[in-house]
């Protein structure tokens, strides 16, 4: 895509100096058979296409069947993907308008197998690759990319480590970045002002590093000084080119997720969206389960199996909104326990990570409890403390097995169960489990989709907590603000606006907006966003009408008019 060949013009149209094949050949101009006769004529395509002229309509509807026809989920993400790079406009209105049925296929959970199958299934490149053995690269790889600083709004980068929970795919992790801003513009932000990015600093991968195949640097990954000065050089570089982008940092493994958000989150415009995207979307199904429960949010008891970045992030935002709901932040620093490999985490463990310190429980009290190997795990727990909320971030699929939730579900109401591993085979259990095991009481929501459950003939729909509920709002927010930097407040703020969208009294109901409203909830969280970023004193920008602003900053897929000029007018 080379932005400097074509540029928007004030009327929203979109003029060009291609002609001819390399018209068909820009995914942003491309509209197949849907050129009409003029721009046929004037952008030289004469014959160069079938003489009929469809509707996008009409195009839409053959795309749907071409992707009905393919044999299997990875086979329509290759699809969708070569639509994508073929006809931009098209392949966000086929999305938007299947968005239930093709959102876990361009995104979680295919976007996994995408990413494992990359350097095999190879067609074309997309997006920015760099290397950290060319850090002298990283402006001429921007600069061949072709965007001026002023039409870049978000760029979403990944180093590949940890993806998903499938861990280190190398670069086959430009497809998250990818997979998260077909996300964003699903919901509204325009495709053609943002950058995925991958941070090439190697794999740890044998089987990557020893396949003749693999596309990516094929050395172990560089860590320490040079990994910190590559990420360094990326974020001084894209501060300069684009100073109004918002920076998404996402899988990147623990220490580096945490390392890279402290250093750059009080200084540019930046989140993680492992740490601060989760908990955000965790914590709007924690209210939801407030409302439902009727337990107020100080009562709740939380575990969360698997103590990383997710896990921890989660317990952060969830503990602040205790905090906001009456408690010291030592009393509600008390309302966690943290389950990992070692078992519970407790204050006297040796090599605790620095984030986990806090949500450590005092080793003293539990002198009694029974414990089977070193460690006290889940299930001791669960029967210790009767949890209310228990948090799935650990990657053990089934982890959450029958007699662990129905211990659960014996001292409480309604037990909030959440396995958010991805993808679906690392869910912590099964929602249809979850609902037979607990006689229909759980309220649960997942990371990976999954279907409605019917029992005793009630249709419970699983709401999906995923950070996809959160992060295009919250884009959408910070970009119309032009906030400087994201705050605690900015996320609080997203939180609430997504459980305020949720109506948990019908029974079987979802605790979070079904994800085919992404627009909607979108446009709602970023409202709220631009309030909370106005109120905070961070925002660039303060629309005295928000709700309009945001309309107007949303994207639709409708073909721009395209002009041939001979020359562009900057
Ligand atoms: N639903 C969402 O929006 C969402 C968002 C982020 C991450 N996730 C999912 O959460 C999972 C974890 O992601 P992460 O980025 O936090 O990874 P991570 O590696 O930082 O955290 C996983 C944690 O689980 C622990 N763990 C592993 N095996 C365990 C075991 N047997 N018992 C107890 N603990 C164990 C690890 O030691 C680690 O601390 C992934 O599957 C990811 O897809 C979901
Ligand atoms: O990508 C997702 O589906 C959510 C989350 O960011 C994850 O890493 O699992
Ligand atoms: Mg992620």
């Not at 195009?59 to 969708?80: E, M, P, T, W």
């Not at 929602?431 to 229909?440: A, F, K, N, Q, S």
Request: charged share 25%.
């Amino acid at each position: 895509m080379d932005l400097n060949k074509y540029i928007f013009s004030e009327n929203g149209k979109l003029q060009t100096v291609l002609r001819g094949r390399d018209v068909l050949a820009n995914p942003v101009l491309n509209k197949g058979v849907a050129f009409n006769k003029t721009e046929r004529e004037e952008l030289g395509l004469k014959g160069l296409l079938p003489p009929a002229v469809l509707t996008i309509e009409q195009q839409v509807k053959r795309a749907y069947k071409q992707f009905c026809s393919q044999q299997d989920d990875l086979g329509k993400n290759v699809y969708l993907t070569s639509l994508q790079d073929r006809n931009e406009v098209l392949f966000y209105r086929v999305l938007s308008e299947h968005l239930e049925e093709m959102l876990p296929i361009i995104y979680t959970p295919v976007v996994g197998t995408a990413i494992q199958k990359y350097s095999h299934g190879y067609r074309r490149p997309h997006g920015v690759y760099l290397s950290i053995d060319e850090p002298d690269g990283i402006e001429d790889a921007f600069q061949n990319f072709g965007a001026k600083g002023e039409n870049i709004d978000l760029i979403v980068a990944t180093d590949g480590e940890a993806i998903l929970g499938i861990g280190d795919w190398g670069v086959g992790g430009i497809n998250i970045s990818i997979g998260k801003l077909s996300v964003y513009t699903a919901a509204g932000i325009n495709p053609r002002r943002v950058i995925p990015v991958i941070l090439d600093v190697g794999t740890n991968q044998e089987r990557l590093l020893n396949d003749p195949l693999y596309i990516g640097n094929k050395h172990s990954r560089v860590r320490g000084k040079r990994y910190d000065e590559f990420i360094d050089r990326y974020v001084q570089t894209v501060t300069k080119l684009y100073p109004k982008t918002l920076l998404h940092w996402e899988d990147f493994a623990t220490g580096n997720a945490r390392q890279i958000l402290n250093t750059y989150r009080k200084k540019i415009c930046t989140f993680n969206d492992d740490i601060q995207g989760t908990g955000a979307v965790s914590l709007a199904a924690v209210l939801a389960v407030v409302k439902a429960s009727k337990v107020p949010l100080r009562e709740h008891r939380v575990i969360v199996f698997g103590a990383g970045t997710a896990g921890v992030g989660i317990a952060e935002q969830v503990r602040d909104a205790m905090v906001r709901d009456g408690l010291l932040k030592d009393e509600a620093n008390r309302k966690f326990w943290c389950v990992d490999r070692q078992g519970l985490l407790l204050d006297n463990m040796e090599g605790l990570r620095d984030f986990q310190k806090e949500f450590a429980r005092p080793a003293a009290e539990v002198n009694n409890w029974k414990r089977y190997g070193d460690g006290i795990a889940l299930d001791q727990v669960v029967r210790q403390i009767h949890p209310t909320i228990l948090i799935g971030t650990s990657t053990v699929g089934g982890a959450f097995t029958e007699d662990i939730v129905k211990e659960m579900a014996e001292h409480v109401e309604r037990p909030a169960i959440l396995p958010l591993s991805n993808p679906t085979r690392l869910s912590e259990a099964n929602p249809e489990d979850l609902i037979r095991w607990t006689d229909g009481k759980a309220l649960i929501a997942t990371g990976s989709p999954f279907g409605p459950v019917t029992y005793n003939n009630t249709t419970y729909v699983i709401g999906q907590s995923n950070n996809a509920l959160i992060f295009p709002g919250l884009g959408l927010g910070t970009i119309v603000s032009q906030a400087r930097l994201m705050t605690d407040s900015m996320f609080a703020a997203a939180s609430e606006a997504v459980a305020s969208m949720v109506n948990i009294t019908e029974s079987g109901a979802s605790v979070l907006p079904k994800v085919e409203d992404l627009r909607v909830v979108s446009a709602a969280v970023a409202v709220r966003v631009v309030e909370a970023a106005i109120d905070e004193g961070v925002a660039e920008r303060e629309p005295k009408d928000i709700i309009q602003a945001v309309q107007d900053a949303m994207w639709h897929p409708v073909y721009p008019q395209i002009e041939a000029v001979t020359k562009a007018k900057r």
